[in-house]
């Protein structure tokens, strides 16, 4: 019998492959008539704030931002370029290619899944649509809770919606939000994703001290599933 009852996923950088800003940002950022590097600093230093949802809706969010970074967009166009924010967020996400192997064996083996992932309105928007969205037995957005995390609130939605103890959950993610601390704050047994590819990785407040389990990639995370949590 598995020694866990659910295995928790973060989403960017775990359950995909490193995220960049692709070109297609850039380019929002010029129909809005704002310079594209500007747009960036903003979206950097307001990542939390934006995932948290401070600044409302996913249009008024972008109306935020273009404004703080000095653009003039014509009317109409913040609403117009919503389908092409949501296509850019898309276009940076790769799945890595055991993901959808790894979720499938870990609900073979009777162990629920959920995600948990620090994001902006775009994600709920096409997860759906990835093949790893019907292998979730949970999702939980931070955008949607008005919360992020290492908030043991966030931790706490999952399990509620799995019908587990946090004591039940492995917790499995690249670090950023300081998510693995967290994780392991509310009883949760933190392991850390530490895929080659996650050097040029975009993160933000990483958990640069978590000196706990670590993997190579998704499927390792079944080696831990049959082994006492004393030993993980």
Request: glycine share 8%; net charge positive; aromatic share 6%.
């Amino acid at each position: 019998m598995p020694a866990y009852r659910a295995v928790v996923f973060d989403f960017f950088g775990t359950l995909t492959r490193s995220v960049q800003r692709g070109p297609q940002h850039a380019d929002i950022a010029r129909s809005l008539g704002a310079d594209p590097e500007a747009v960036r600093g903003v979206l950097d230093r307001t990542f939390r704030a934006r995932a948290c949802g401070r600044y409302g809706s996913a249009e008024a969010t972008l109306r935020w931002v273009i404004d703080q970074a000095g653009g003039r967009p014509r009317p109409g166009a913040i609403r117009a370029a919503m389908p092409a924010r949501v296509d850019a967020l898309r276009a940076d996400t790769q799945l890595r290619p055991d993901a959808v192997t790894a979720l499938t064996e870990i609900r073979r083996r009777g162990v629920r899944t959920a995600l948990i992932s620090d994001c902006t309105h775009e994600l709920p928007a096409f997860l759906p649509g990835l093949p790893v969205a019907p292998l979730l037995d949970a999702q939980i957005f931070s955008v949607e809770l008005g919360i992020c995390k290492p908030d043991p609130r966030i931790y706490r939605a999952a399990c509620d919606a799995l019908s587990v103890a946090p004591q039940d959950c492995l917790y499995v993610g690249d670090g950023g939000s300081h998510e693995l601390t967290g994780a392991a704050a509310v009883g949760m047994t933190p392991v850390r994703l530490a895929a080659r590819d996650l050097t040029n990785h975009l993160v933000f407040d990483a958990d640069t001290n978590f000196a706990g389990r670590t993997v190579r990639s998704l499927t390792e995370v079944l080696t831990l599933l049959d082994r006492t949590p004393a030993l993980v």
